[in-house]
């Protein structure tokens, strides 16, 4: 069973407005962080937010923010006002505590391409 | 400046042909890691290091090496590369492997195996 599911291949926004990509996770483990990176077309892996398990207020950081609901292991990422520059690929991804063997993975997602029309 | 470095970032190589990827950190950071991304399949770790002289095998571990002498450094060796293993390989770091550690990552290095 997938850990991290990412039901969005594609997705298009208007310029300046909201949209929300969407990730849900499966696990066991009372302990875990949730993440999500943005990977432009130029390869690089950029760290947006991160989501720990304990944490009880949505995390926040400008424009993003990540929609926690932990009873329905959901996780998805908001960005406000589209830019251009949003458009990438975004992955969400989590860390589990790990006992034995894949200690600290994170685990990712298949990824959701966001497009972002002017 | 805080980063991950990898080199090369472009390679084309044969089969057989041995080649190490380097990867340095200057974030004294404990827990370093590589992962391999693939079309349809995602980013899949290979190995990973708790911290120096501990290594440990990720997903899909088959065809490669991997050494952690020093703190800083993580190459990743493909002892004799085959056409499958043609991929984008990342490098990154964490402060230590638990669960609140954002991971850094290297720019990648795209691998072509022929």
């Known amino acids: 069973a997938q850990k991290i599911t990412q039901t969005q291949p594609g997705m298009f926004v208007q310029e300046k407005e909201a949209v929300t990509l969407d990730c849900t996770y499966d696990t066991s483990d009372p302990s875990y962080g949730l993440f999500w990176y943005k990977q432009p077309s130029s390869g690089e892996m950029i760290f947006l937010i991160y989501?720990?398990?304990?944490?009880?207020q949505n995390a926040t950081e400008g424009r993003y923010s990540l929609n926690f609901q932990k009873a329905r292991k959901s996780a998805n990422l908001v960005i406000s006002a589209s830019q251009l520059g949003d458009s990438a690929m975004y992955f969400c991804a989590m860390r589990e505590r790990g006992y034995g063997g894949s200690q600290g993975n994170l685990i990712f997602g298949k990824g959701t391409k966001l497009s972002v029309k002017p | 400046e805080a980063q991950v470095t990898q080199n090369p970032r472009y390679l084309i190589t044969v089969t057989g042909k041995k080649l190490t990827v380097t990867c340095s950190q200057n974030m004294n950071h404990e827990y370093m890691s590589w992962y391999r991304q693939d079309p349809g399949l995602g980013l899949r770790q290979i190995y990973y290091s708790m911290n120096v002289e501990v290594t440990d095998k990720g997903d899909v571990p088959e065809g490669y090496k991997v050494s952690r002498k020093e703190k800083r450094n993580f190459p990743l060796i493909l002892e004799s590369p085959s056409p499958n293993q043609t991929s984008l390989y990342f490098c990154?770091?964490?402060?230590?492997?638990?669960?609140?550690?954002?991971?850094?990552f290297g720019e990648g290095s795209r691998l072509t195996v022929l």
């Open positions: 990154a770091s964490s402060i230590e492997g638990g669960v609140t550690g954002e991971l850094f």
């Open positions: 989501q720990g398990s304990y944490d009880q």
